[in-house]
């Protein structure tokens, strides 16, 4: 529309546009602002939606997609086999007891879950390791929740992952969908449990955010995820309720409390001393988890954990282990950091050799025994953290290790304190590691800056080198204020087109036309009743056509990836201004021929403001233009490299970074939480 009233204003001044025919066509570009008023205003419905009971099924389908190459990652790394027992006398105090699980499961509506046959005759019997864990949560839990809990790097995380992979591999129509929560952006001052977790689910698959069925619950929900949890068709598994803050652990107990139904499915994870804190209140009441069994991690055995650090056996790397070997069953403080899968972990990263590499060159790994330098269990496990990064980046002339360490600390920070502890690394997020007004001048000098440049090369050709760089001045003083008021908004991917199909955005800005250039016919009679209306009408439907084309929201699920969505959003950014513009564009070249423009020059004309008006919205009206923006100023201050989606891609493939369907995460809690701390 910009272009279309811009190009009629500067062609009235310098061409033989009739009078009659200019004032029509301008009248029926203005009004258009008045039918996309209207249809804002009147809104319109979203088409039906699925049952409730396909929705779900299709978010397992989908889900069983999301983590296919962490699931190769973890194999490929031969992951340490985690096992655990019955929260055992020490921690009695913190289950329910047994006799009263059985009692809550039997009385529950509906019947109890699963074969009570199967359920576990005492609490002995959750023993298990590894691949059990499905079986004893699904099978042996009479109320089918479990609270998971485990010392620092015991490998919480990493065992319900592999239950939510069992249990998606093992799912049934209309049984619930498993799907993990990092409990770390969950604030239960502000938000309660079931709202947060819808919150979740339409974050990250958009489609859950249209309205569900007609059939639907309790409390009328908006939202097909609210739908979902009000049906108890997801399961949740909620990570780290370590990761709250201190203050706020025993009211997010009675949270968890609150949200659950008779035969609600839950399973919960957490430190030993964070969760029994948690569950005293500071007035004193000790609150458990209704109806919750109770599992603890075990430290590894010494065997297993001298294969996991040899690795190859029979190599001179393996024989560095061998006086590490004979410690690791005492109690000093590095044979208890290399008890967890963490810890183990980090020290084969760091003390064994890459193909190729000589051991020779790097520290040996009898080094972390000496308590003179390492005095407690933390300052071994604080030394391994430090250590990574550098051992993870040696020697490589892709990445300066110093570099990359100073990004993932930036990275670790960002979401640490921006982002308000959050382990997702979410690329159209990282705008906001700047602040607000920065940001808005950041993103308006760099498109205004873009658009000014094309929009000079485009005019030059037509209207000389001094008039060209007039309208390429004016072109980036519009474009660069309207980027920092619109290009700094929180922006989500798109996959592609898609298209609003409201009836009031369809009808109204053809009306609004018809009835403006109506208007200037009565005004002014050189117009005549029939060209006013007819052009008023022309531009009305452009309009329409225009505004109905939008971006379609990504299901970050649907592409496993940070790079694949971001390269479906860089797509729809250019594709989407092109199909708003190409009719409209047609028109006024076809208009301009008729009065009198040479064709090749009408092209040119449209074309030239067609370039920089496309630009303008490829950047501001998408998630990738303001990446691209933001990770250009934040390389050229020194925070990123400024190929960022290369170097979290081959951070992955180090280890250094998980994949989570759309989203990176830091290998490990702990990783992130080191890293943060050291960015100033």
Not at 558 to 563: I, K, S
């Amino acid at each position: 529309m910009v272009a279309a009233v811009v190009g009629a204003v500067w062609y009235k001044a310098h061409s033989q546009i009739d009078m009659p025919v200019f004032i029509a066509l301008l009248g029926g570009l203005l009004m258009l602002p008045a039918g996309l008023l209207a249809a804002l205003v009147l809104g319109g419905s979203k088409p039906a939606s699925a049952p409730l009971d396909e929705v779900a099924d299709q978010l397992a389908d989908r889900m069983r997609g999301d983590w296919n190459k962490e699931v190769q990652a973890l194999y490929s790394a031969r992951p340490l086999p985690v096992a655990w027992t019955a929260a055992g006398e020490d921690l009695e105090d913190l289950v329910e007891e047994w006799s009263r699980l059985r009692e809550m499961a039997e009385e529950w509506p509906g019947g109890p879950p699963g074969d009570p046959a199967k359920w576990a005759a005492d609490p002995t019997q959750l023993a298990g390791q590894w691949g059990d864990i499905a079986r004893v949560f699904h099978e042996r839990v009479p109320t089918r929740r479990l609270v998971v809990l485990g010392g620092p790097g015991a490998g919480k995380t990493v065992l319900l992952v592999h239950l939510v992979l069992a249990l998606l591999r093992h799912r049934l129509p209309r049984d619930p969908v498993p799907v993990l929560f990092p409990l770390a952006s969950w604030n239960p001052v502000r938000q309660n449990l079931y709202s947060w977790m819808a919150d979740q689910l339409v974050r990250d698959h958009p489609r859950l955010g249209d309205p569900p069925p007609a059939d639907s619950t309790r409390s009328r929900p908006k939202t097909q995820a609210a739908a979902l949890l009000d049906r108890q068709l997801i399961l949740p598994v909620l990570d780290g309720l370590d990761e709250l803050p201190q203050e706020v652990r025993a009211r997010a107990v009675r949270a968890i409390n609150s949200f659950l139904l008779p035969g609600q499915p839950l399973v919960l994870s957490s430190r030993f001393d964070e969760y029994r804190n948690a569950l005293t209140s500071s007035e004193g009441i000790t609150v458990k988890l209704d109806g919750a069994a109770g599992i603890r991690l075990l430290p590894l055995g010494t065997r297993q954990a001298v294969a996991y650090l040899q690795d190859r056996p029979g190599t001179a790397a393996a024989a560095r282990w061998n006086a590490v070997a004979a410690r690791l069953s005492t109690n000093a403080p590095a044979a208890q950091a290399l008890s967890t899968p963490l810890g183990l972990f980090l020290a084969r990263a760091v003390y064994n050799p890459l193909p190729g590499e000589s051991p020779a060159r790097l520290a040996h790994p009898r080094e972390l025994f000496e308590e003179t330098r390492f005095p407690t269990r933390k300052d071994v496990e604080a030394h391994l953290l430090a250590a990574f990064i550098p051992a993870a980046y040696r020697p490589d002339p892709r990445w300066d290790p110093d570099k990359a360490q100073h990004t993932l600390e930036f990275l670790a920070h960002h979401l640490q304190y921006t982002l308000g502890g959050t382990r997702d690394l979410e690329w159209w997020k990282l705008d906001r590691a700047l602040p607000r007004r920065w940001r808005a001048l950041l993103i308006g000098l760099a498109n205004g800056l873009a658009v000014g440049s094309v929009a000079t090369l485009a005019f030059s050709p037509l209207v000389g080198p001094a008039e060209g760089l007039s309208m390429g001045l004016a072109f980036a003083l519009l474009a660069g204020l309207f980027g920092a008021v619109l290009g700094a908004r929180d922006k989500t991917p798109s996959v592609g087109i898609g298209w609003d199909t409201r009836w009031p955005l369809l009808v109204s800005q053809p009306v609004a036309g018809l009835g403006g250039g109506a208007v200037l016919s009565w005004v002014d009679d050189g117009i005549g009743p029939v060209a006013g209306p007819t052009y008023g009408l022309l531009f009305g439907l452009l309009g329409a056509f225009s505004f109905a084309v939008v971006p379609a929201p990504a299901d970050l699920h649907t592409d496993v990836g940070p790079g694949s969505v971001l390269a479906r959003d860089r797509r729809a950014a250019w594709v989407i201004p092109m199909v708003q513009a190409l009719p409209a564009g047609l028109v006024i070249s076809v208009l301009l021929i008729l009065a009198g423009v040479l064709p090749p020059v009408a092209f040119a004309v449209v074309l030239a403001f067609g370039l920089p008006l496309g630009l303008h919205a490829a950047l501001t009206d998408s998630a990738w233009g303001q990446f691209t923006m933001v990770r250009i100023g934040l390389a050229a201050l020194g925070r990123v490299p400024c190929r960022l989606m290369s170097f979290l891609a081959d951070a992955h493939q180090r280890g250094v970074l998980r994949q989570a369907g759309a989203v990176y995460q830091f290998r490990h809690p702990g990783l992130q939480d080191h890293l943060s701390q050291r960015q100033p």
